[in-house]
């Protein structure tokens, strides 16, 4: 797999991989004792893929959660750091 996809599947990556059908997913990752394959089907809707680059995509742990449940995930945006208050003086 590392020579395939460019990555460590050892390091917590998460491998998504989509189905023609676009209700179905797959997903394989270590979990420290082992390969883990999950594989997910949409009860009601699809799931929402980004446009492919060089057939990879990055995605943030929010980006994915949202993609897991089935949201659009592009709705997902990380917040802009707080501003903190200055003291005149």
Known sequence: MKAEL???PFSGTVYVFRA???DRIKLIFWDGTGMC???KRL?????RW???QDGVMHL?????S????????????ARDPARV????G
């Open 6 to 8: 460019g990555g460590d």
């Open 20 to 22: 023609k059908r676009t």
């Open 37 to 39: 394959l999950v594989a």
């Open 43 to 47: 009860e009601d809707g699809e799931f």
């Open 50 to 52: 980004p446009k492919m």
């Open 60 to 64: 943030t742990a929010a980006q994915f």
């Open 66 to 77: 949202a993609l897991f449940e089935g949201l659009d995930w592009k709705r997902v945006h």
């Open 85 to 88: 208050p200055v003291t005149p």
